[in-house]
């Protein structure tokens, strides 16, 4: 059964930073494009960013602050979240993408989701 967990969420000040871990149990973790998404209460969930073998792609609200990396041999993929503003504030979900080619946006093209981890921005 495939599992992906997110970890790293937390309450953090505006202007800080928190770094997000999401581990996967993948046999073949390096083959999958992995993204990250967020839903803040009362929205719908959002794009963050992805990374895949073809690179790393983010939306335009965290461009510049936020990064996404990974590591094949731990089956871990990273989003490091500088510059936290409070409409960071959401519950941040990683989700692998079996086909491994591009960095993609819609929620659809992904085929395992982790359970989320809360990210809060205090002003």
């Known amino acids: 059964q495939v599992q992906l967990v997110e970890s790293g969420g937390g309450l953090v000040q505006a202007g800080g930073s928190l770094r997000l871990s999401c581990a996967a149990s993948?046999?073949?973790?390096?083959?999958?494009?992995m993204g990250w998404f967020r839903q803040a209460p009362g929205k719908e969930r959002e794009f963050v960013g992805a990374?895949?073998?073809?690179?790393?792609t983010y939306s335009d609200s965290v461009k510049g602050r936020f990064t996404i990396s990974r590591d094949n041999a731990k089956n871990t993929v990273y989003l490091q979240m500088n510059s936290l503003k409070p409409e960071d504030t959401a519950v941040y979900y990683c989700?692998?993408?079996?086909?491994?080619?591009?960095?993609?946006?819609?929620?659809?093209?992904?085929?395992?989701w982790g359970q989320g981890t809360q990210v809060t921005v205090s002003s």
């Open positions: 989700a692998a993408d079996s086909t491994g080619w591009g960095t993609k946006r819609r929620l659809d093209d992904y085929d395992y």
């Open positions: 990374i895949s073998r073809s690179g790393t």
């Open positions: 993948l046999r073949t973790f390096s083959r999958y494009a």
